[in-house]
C-alpha cells in the first residue's frame, strides 16, 4: 500500500523531499559522514569510495565508503536496492523511492537477506552491505571508512560456519578488549593488568618496505613473535611526510589500523613530529578526523607527539595536548591517548607534576639502552610515585641515534625491560625495517609479508625475546 501511495503522490508532485525533475531524486551534496561527495566519480582510481578534490576527501556516492550504501545489485524480491540507502526511507520500513520506483534500503527491515544492525561479539559493526564489502572472502569488509564483520563469514564470531580466521581468543583484542588506564599502566575490559609489548614502524614517509602496512606480516608477527601491539609513526615534518603530502601518509596509517585490526591487534597511531606545536591546527584536524571514524574501536592508541624537544612543558607541551585531546574526545570519549613529553620524551618527571586534566591518558617515555641508564629510570620512578602513567612507545637496544654504529647494550637493554615488566608498563621497540643501524629489526632480503626467522637484525634478537 505504501508504494502505491508514494507513486500516486509522486505522480502529482507532491512527494516532500523529492524534486521530480525527470522523475528523479534531489541528492544530498554532503555525505552524513561529514565529507562532501565527489562530483565525479573518476576522482576515485583505486576503487575504495574515497576520492580527492578540491585538495580534499570526498565520497564518491553510491560507492564502498558511502554511508548511504553501495548502489550495485538487486534484492531477492527483485526490486532493486536504493541508491541513497536509508536517505530515501522517511519512515523506516526499509523501502524507499528513487528514479520514480520503488527501491529496497539494503539492510533495511524489507531486505530479504536480512537487517544488518547490530554489533558481533567481539565488538565490531556488521557489514551494512554484507559480502560485497569483503572481496578477499575473509569476512572481513570495509564501510563508512572502518572495518566490520560480515554476518554469517570467516570472521563472524556468532556464526556456526564462522568464527573469524583465527581463533577469537587467540588474539590480543579479543583476549583483552577495551583498554583504560589504571594505576600508572593498563588494564583490560576485565580489569586485569597487559603489559603490551610489540614494535613501531619506521617513519612511514621513510620506510624501505611497507612492512608495518602488510596485514599477512602483522598476523604472522602476533603469531610467531606474539606481537601485541604496532605503532605507525607517520612522520610529520620531513619532505615526503605528513605536511607535504597528507593523502599518503593517511593512506599509510589507515593501511596499518586496517591490518591491526584484521590481526585483532592494538595499533598506535604516532604524530610522529619534534615539533608539533607548531603544526597544532594540522594535528588536531588530523586527530578530529582519525577519531571520528575509527574512535569506535578497542584496537586504537592515540600518541600526539613523539618526541618534543626541549621546550616548556606548562608554556608549549600542556597547551597543545589540551587542544588534541580534545579534537580527539569530541569522537572517541575513552581511548587511550598517549602524551609527550620534553627532552625527546624523557622529561615524564616534569609532566607528573603538572598534568592534563582527562581520563585514559598516558605518558611518553623513551630510551636507548646505550644512551640511557639508571638516571632516567630514576626520573621515570618519581613519576611513577606521582601517579604518572606510562608507555615506552619508543626504544631501542642502541645509541639514541637508532644505533648508526651498530653497538647493541643488551645488559642494558635487559635492565630496562625488567623495569617495564615490573612497573606493568607497555612498550614497542624502534623499529619494523631493513636498514644497518642496529635498531633496524629485519637483514636485507627480508620479504614484506613476514617468515622473518632468519632475517633478524642488530638488536631484533633481544626484542623478539622479549616479546615472547
Not at 538487486?74 to 528514479?99: F, R
Not at 568464527?163 to 593498563?186: D, F
Not at 580489569?191 to 603490551?196: R, W
Not at 610522529?272 to 603544526?279: L, R
Request: glycine share 12%; aromatic share 8%.
Amino acid at each position: 500500500m505504501k508504494r502505491l501511495l508514494v507513486a500516486l503522490l509522486a505522480a502529482v508532485g507532491l512527494l516532500a523531499g523529492l524534486t521530480l525533475s525527470g522523475a528523479s531524486v534531489a541528492l544530498a551534496d554532503t555525505a552524513s559522514n561529514g565529507y562532501p561527495y565527489c562530483a565525479s566519480a573518476s576522482s576515485d582510481p583505486d576503487g575504495d569510495g574515497w576520492g580527492w578534490e578540491n585538495n580534499a576527501s570526498c565520497v564518491v556516492r553510491g560507492g564502498k565508503a558511502d554511508p548511504a550504501g553501495t548502489t550495485s545489485g538487486t534484492a531477492s524480491n527483485g526490486y532493486p536496492y536504493c541508491v541513497n540507502g536509508s536517505a530515501t526511507d522517511p519512515d523506516g520500513d526499509g523501502w524507499g523511492w528513487e528514479n520514480n520506483k520503488s527501491c529496497v534500503v539494503r539492510g533495511g527491515k524489507a531486505d530479504p537477506a536480512g537487517t544488518t544492525s547490530g554489533t558481533a561479539s567481539n565488538g565490531y559493526p556488521y557489514c551494512v552491505n554484507g559480502s560485497a564489502t569483503d572481496p578477499d572472502g575473509d569476512g572481513w569488509g570495509w564501510e563508512n571508512n572502518k572495518s566490520c564483520v560480515v554476518r554469517g563469514g570467516k570472521a563472524d564470531p556468532g556464526s556456526s560456519t564462522g568464527g573469524g580466521t583465527t581463533p577469537p581468543a587467540s588474539t590480543p583484542v579479543a583476549a583483552h578488549g577495551q583498554l583504560h588506564v589504571c594505576g600508572t599502566g593498563l588494564c583490560d575490559v576485565h580489569g586485569a593488568k597487559v603489559q603490551l609489548r610489540g614494535v613501531s614502524s619506521m617513519w612511514l614517509n621513510w620506510e624501505t618496505q611497507p612492512y608495518a602496512e602488510n596485514a599477512t606480516a602483522l598476523a604472522w608477527m602476533r603469531d610467531n613473535w606474539h606481537l601485541q601491539v604496532i605503532r605507525a609513526a607517520m612522520g610529520v615534518e620531513p619532505d615526503g611526510a605528513y605536511l607535504s603530502d597528507p593523502a599518503k601518509s593517511r593512506a599509510q596509517v589507515e593501511a596499518v589500523i586496517d591490518s591491526a585490526v584484521k590481526a585483532g591487534v592494538y595499533v598506535i597511531v604516532d604524530f610522529h613530529a619534534h615539533e608539533a606545536y607548531k603544526e597544532q591546527s594540522q594535528a588536531v584536524a588530523f586527530f578530529a578526523d582519525l577519531a571520528k571514524r575509527y574512535g569506535n574501536l578497542p584496537n586504537v592508541i592515540w600518541e600526539d607527539w613523539n618526541e618534543p624537544l626541549q621546550v616548556s612543558w606548562s608554556g608549549v607541551l600542556k597547551p597543545y595536548h589540551q587542544a588534541v585531546v580534545a579534537a580527539i574526545r569530541a569522537n572517541d570519549p575513552d581511548n587511550v591517548i598517549v602524551l609527550g613529553t620534553s627532552t625527546w620524551s624523557q622529561d615524564v618527571d616534569v609532566a607528573a607534576a603538572d598534568p592534563v586534566s582527562g581520563s585514559n591518558l598516558m605518558y611518553t617515555l623513551h630510551f636507548y639502552s646505550c644512551s640511557h641508564g639508571q638516571a632516567l629510570r630514576d626520573k621515570a620512578d618519581a613519576a611513577l610515585r606521582a601517579g604518572l602513567p606510562i608507555f615506552v612507545t619508543e626504544w631501542g637496544a642502541t645509541n639514541a641515534d637508532g644505533g648508526l654504529d651498530g653497538q647493541v647494550c643488551g645488559g642494558e637493554a635487559q635492565n630496562w625491560l625488567t623495569w617495564m615488566k615490573n612497573n606493568n608498563l607497555s612498550w614497542s621497540a624502534w623499529k619494523l625495517d631493513v636498514g644497518t643501524d642496529a635498531s633496524n629489526l629485519l637483514a636485507p632480503g627480508a620479504p614484506v609479508t613476514g617468515g622473518w626467522d632468519n632475517y633478524l637484525h642488530g638488536h631484533a634478537p633481544l626484542v623478539v625475546a622479549a616479546m615472547k
